[in-house]
């Protein structure tokens, strides 16, 4: 059976303008364009957010702190035309994967290869490596429309749901039986 999904694209999020952009998951999209939309009807229901990007997952090139311990991970160089490269890491289990800077590099081996380097301190259990080229971003003049209407939605906010309090009085009423 082929595949019939639209291609997956990693969302990133700057909550505010001195925060770090963050990995919050992934959406499906036909496009960039559709995915920063199906990202924000995703992430941004429940605000704060100045800014998304997003990326095809397929050009996220990454490695684990396993696979950095073997010394072959950086053989497969491939040199192409420099440009700048977005650094993220994930420090430990419970923490955001965060954008820690960029590197201007030739490839994506490269690019972890200067991340490693500038970043000797940063104890990460993956690094991501993405090609600032091929991000896709909400546009600053577009952040009201984009992200200010979800301030305005309570029914999204869980604690407006009375779920188990209206429950628990039509029990005591007798309008719903065990």
């Not at 952009?21 to 924000?40: E, F, K, Q, S």
């Not at 965060?98 to 104890?123: C, H, T």
């Amino acid at each position: 059976m082929p595949d019939t999904q639209w291609p997956r694209y990693m969302v990133f999020v700057q909550e505010q303008e001195k925060d770090p952009w963050r990995h919050y998951g992934t959406v499906h999209a036909p496009d960039a364009d559709m995915a920063l939309l199906n990202a924000r009807d995703v992430f941004a229901r429940r605000p704060q957010a100045l800014g998304m990007q997003v990326v095809p997952a397929k050009l996220i090139f990454g490695k684990t702190l396993e696979e950095l311990e073997n010394p072959n991970w950086a053989n497969e160089e491939i040199i192409g035309k420099s440009e700048n490269y977005l650094i993220f890491a994930k420090p430990f289990e419970q923490s955001p994967c965060e954008q820690l800077g960029q590197v201007k590099a030739n490839s994506s081996q490269d690019a972890l290869k200067k991340a490693l380097q500038n970043f000797p301190d940063q104890k990460a259990l993956w690094w991501w490596v993405i090609p600032g080229s091929e991000l896709s971003a909400s546009d600053d003049a577009d952040a009201d429309s984009m992200f200010a209407p979800a301030f305005e939605k309570t029914y999204k906010n869980q604690a407006e749901y009375h779920t188990v309090t209206l429950m628990r009085e039509l029990h005591d009423t007798g309008k719903l039986e065990s």
